[in-house]
C-alpha cells in the first residue's frame, strides 16, 4: 500500500491541526496504520496506532488526551487530530502501515514492525 500525509503546517501553541493519511494501492481496511513523528535531532517516535476497522486505538504515553486517530475505510484515509499543540509537538509527522496478516491483528508501535510509510508532513508549533 503506500500512503501520502497531508495536512501540516505552522500553528500557535494551543491550536489544533488534523493530519490526513490517503492509502492506495491495496485495500486500506487490511492494514493496521500508525502515526511516528520526528523532530530535528531525535529519534523516530511512536505516536499512535489505530486497528483495521478502527475499533481499537493505542497512543504513547504524551499525547493522550491531546491527539486522537481515527479511519475511515471507505475514503482510504486516517487522520491523526492534534488539539492543544505545543512546541514541543514540532515534528515531521509520518503514517505507517502494515497488514493484519503480519501484525495478526495486534497494535505495533515500533516503526521496524511497519512496512509502509507515507513521505511525513512537517508541524511546526509556535510559542
Known amino acids: 500500500v503506500q500512503l501520502q500525509a497531508s495536512g501540516g503546517g505552522l500553528v500557535q501553541a494551543g491550536g489544533s491541526l488534523s493530519l490526513s493519511c490517503a492509502a492506495s494501492g491495496d485495500t486500506f481496511s487490511n492494514y493496521v496504520m500508525g502515526w511516528f513523528r520526528q523532530a530535528p535531532g531525535k529519534e523516530r517516535e511512536f505516536v499512535a496506532v489505530i486497528s483495521w476497522s478502527g475499533d481499537n486505538t493505542n497512543y504513547a504515553d504524551f499525547p493522550k488526551g491531546q491527539f486522537t486517530v481515527s479511519r475511515d475505510n471507505a475514503k482510504n484515509t486516517g487522520y491523526l487530530q492534534m488539539n492543544s499543540l505545543k512546541p514541543e509537538d514540532t515534528a515531521i509527522y509520518y503514517c505507517?502501515?502494515?497488514?493484519?496478516?503480519?501484525?495478526?491483528?495486534?497494535?505495533?508501535?515500533?516503526?521496524?514492525?511497519?512496512?509502509?510509510w507515507g513521505q511525513g508532513t512537517l508541524v511546526t508549533v509556535s510559542s
Open positions: 505507517a502501515a502494515e497488514s493484519i496478516w503480519r501484525t495478526l491483528l495486534g497494535l505495533p508501535s515500533n516503526p521496524n514492525d511497519f512496512s509502509s
